[in-house]
């Protein structure tokens, strides 16, 4: 497991807005819904789009990571004071997925296992983008942190396994620490 730099009172508090944000949706999901456009709210669409505009295809740099403040900000001012503690679900195994975007394949083949919930290019879902981290790896230096609902976990763990490029990979908390597990690499493989 590698360390991930990141503050992890900003990622609670990122995942306290998320999970109020996203909780009615999470309430009426089954296991057959398509999720393509689940999670992906037209309010923060604009500002989605404008963190990635060139969607996998997007280079890290500092106004990137600006772009994201001004989404999550908007995220926060839309849910207001409506937020929920975030304790529990931060520590649950399978709720933080960590994508490096830079190294997708772009080929989609992990759209039938989410149902639509990460799209053809490997971004999950804007709704449940928490942060931009900083990560250590062969292609990138940052990645997408995104919470993702407990009934998707299964179907996200299978996309890990079937990913081409492994750029995907589950995060645990270690008390004040995050660190992500093996790219490429469904839960029990590690």
């Given at each position: ?16 807005i998320c999970m109020s ?58 849910v207001g004071s409506n ?108």
């Amino acid at each position: 497991m590698s360390l991930i730099d990141a503050s992890i009172s900003d990622i609670q508090h990122q995942l306290a807005i998320c999970m109020s944000w996203c909780g009615d949706r999470c309430a009426i999901l089954d296991s057959t819904t398509d999720l393509s456009h689940s999670f992906r709210s037209d309010s923060l669409a604009t500002l989605a789009a404008a963190v990635f505009p060139e969607s996998c295809h997007t280079p890290y740099s500092p106004d990137l990571t600006y772009r994201f403040a001004r989404f999550t900000a908007e995220r926060e001012r839309l849910v207001g004071s409506n937020s929920i503690d975030p304790v529990s679900e931060y520590n649950r195994q399978r709720s933080l997925l960590l994508v490096n975007w830079q190294s997708s394949l772009f080929d989609g083949a992990v759209v039938p296992e989410t149902r639509g919930f990460i799209d053809d290019d490997y971004i999950p879902a804007w709704d449940t983008w928490l942060s931009i981290v900083r990560i250590e790896t062969d292609y990138g230096t940052h990645g997408l942190l995104c919470w993702i609902p407990e009934s998707l976990a299964d179907n996200v763990d299978m996309a890990i396994r079937v990913d081409p490029a492994s750029c995907l990979t589950w995060c645990e908390t270690r008390q004040t620490m995050l660190k992500h597990r093996s790219w490429g690499k469904g839960f029990t493989e590690c």
